[in-house]
């Protein structure tokens, strides 16, 4: 009897190593995330993104500019009319049509309490054309219906746009 408690206190302690050894590992892997260095040496130029902001807002020019809101704003009561709009307006620069390009330039603006674009700025880049073409459009955007809403006031609101191209 007494050499079956010694097996199964010797199986109790290989299974409390084998425990601790994992938990190790998995700590260390863990803590390792987003810590790989590229191997081509390009670590010196990638610069990290800035953390998102712990508020809901930003100062802009001393006015408070949220990026959430109760309410978000109202283009049009037509679902589609953002779309067409963009659509009807937006001219695919020559020089991107004859290289071909293809994607998205994403432009981010603010939305101010009178429902009027201002600020815009691209966030994600195409192609220099393609890039300026978008700005265009989204500086062209008529006033919005409605405003975005935090406690039941209008307030100035981060938004952002999706600009698509595709050739046909």
């Not at 260095?37 to 130029?45: E, N, W």
């Not at 001219?91 to 390009?101: M, S, T």
């Not at 054309?129 to 219906?145: G, S, T, Y």
Request: with cysteine; aromatic share 8%; net charge positive.
């Amino acid at each position: 009897m007494r050499a079956l408690t010694i097996v199964q206190l010797n199986s109790i302690f290989r299974v409390m190593a084998i425990m601790t050894v994992f938990t190790v590992v998995i700590a260390i892997v863990s803590s390792c995330k987003g810590k790989t260095k590229p191997v081509d040496g390009t670590a010196d130029q990638l610069v990290p993104a800035p953390p998102p902001s712990l508020l809901p807002y930003n100062i802009n020019d001393g006015d408070t500019v949220w990026f959430r809101a109760d309410k978000l704003p109202v283009f049009s009561e037509d679902s589609l009319a953002l779309e067409d709009f963009l659509v009807k307006n937006l001219v695919y620069p020559e020089a991107a049509r004859k290289r071909k390009i293809t994607g998205r330039v994403v432009v981010t603006f603010i939305l101010t309490k009178d429902c009027k674009v201002v600020n815009a700025k691209i966030i994600k880049s195409l192609d220099p054309d393609c890039d300026k073409e978008a700005l265009r459009v989204v500086n062209l955007l008529p006033q919005f219906e409605k405003p975005a809403y935090v406690n039941g006031r209008p307030v100035a609101y981060h938004s952002t746009i999706p600009v698509h191209y595709e050739l046909r």
